[in-house]
């Protein structure tokens, strides 16, 4: 794809004002931080593979970024969803 | 049969020392974003009421020119690596044009980010006001340097462009600056969520 560039920049753009409105609109509920986290990742994603233009770069150095970032949000996750024990 | 196999290039752009800052980077930040989520989790009912105070405007505007900055320096790096001996002035011309932009849009955050500062100082908040203003500056204060850093870096980079100082087959210089300035993108996207929205 020619405009691919410019096509990861209007998604990072949309999922940006996603999380904005979620905000904004007072909407975040326990289902929606789950969409969020995952839309998170999807834009960290994008600037990795097509900012940092690692997705022509060999494997193992598109996933150190991957890890971190999948490693990270997963235990954002946990954090928000673990019950406090008493 | 012919196969189509697309070859990998065997190092990410750049300097590979910017790439070991660049890690050492993630695991810094890495920490201060658990340490945010797993302090949240023993007060949530403060962190929530702290955010009220916090601009998710801000945050939001931020974050769109973060990221449309890293898009102007894909575009300046993309100019650099498609240069050839007769376009190498041409080149540089655009290059500069696009560092020019990002920078202006560096400049930007940072500005909206002082206004952002001074708002929360001035209503008296502190590092010891409490636990999510503790992680709140700690980390949009560490993010900050790092956007004012590469600010200046990109500033660099736009001056060797402006004198024509690259030259085909010479793009590591600018793509080592433009992998940091991405990684200060990458780390801004998963703070904004983070910092601003969750509650």
Redesign the interface.
């Known amino acids: 794809m020619k405009r691919i ?2 096509v ?2 209007i998604i ?2 949309i999922l ?2 996603f ?2 409105l ?3 609109l007072k909407y ?1 509920s326990t289902t929606l ?1 789950a969409v ?2 995952i839309t ?1 990742f999807i ?2 994603q994008l ?2 593979d ?5 997705k ?4 193992k ?1 598109r996933l ?2 991957t890890i ?2 999948g ?3 997963s ?2 996750a946990v ?2 969803y ?1 019950p ?1 024990s008493m | 049969m012919s196969k189509n196999i ?1 070859l ?6 750049g300097d590979l020392a910017i ?1 070991i800052i ?2 050492v980077e ?1 695991i810094t930040f ?1 920490l201060l ?2 340490g945010y ?2 302090s ?3 007060d949530v009912e403060l962190f929530n009421a702290s955010q009220m105070a916090v601009n ?2 801000s ?2 505007i931020n ?2 020119i973060l ?2 900055s ?2 102007f ?3 300046a ?1 993309q100019s650099i690596r498609n240069m050839t001996q007769e376009s190498q002035k041409d080149s540089n011309i655009e290059a500069s044009k696009w560092l020019l932009f990002a920078i202006m849009c560096g400049v930007a955050f940072l500005v909206i980010k002082i206004t952002e500062f001074s708002h929360i100082f001035g209503m008296g908040i502190n590092l010891s006001t409490n636990k999510y203003f503790m992680f709140y500056i700690m980390l949009t204060i560490f993010h900050f340097l790092h956007v004012l850093l590469g600010s200046g870096i990109l500033f660099f980079i736009y001056k060797k462009t402006k004198i024509y100082g690259y030259l085909p087959n010479d793009s590591k210089g600018i793509e080592t600056g433009a ?1 940091y300035w ?2 200060v ?2 780390l801004w ?2 703070l ?3 910092v ?4």
């Open positions: 560039l410019e990861v920049w990072l753009v940006t004002v999380a904005y979620l905000g904004y975040i931080v969020l986290l998170t834009k960290g600037v990795i097509y900012f940092m233009d690692l022509k770069v060999r494997l150095y150190i970024p971190w970032l490693v990270v949000i235990l954002i954090a928000y673990l406090v | 697309t990998k290039e065997p190092y990410p752009p790439w660049i890690y993630f890495a974003f658990l989520a797993f949240r989790r023993l998710q405007t945050g939001f974050t769109f990221i449309t890293s898009y320096v894909v575009k790096v992998s991405h990684m993108d990458l996207i998963v904004f969520p983070l601003y929205i969750i509650r």
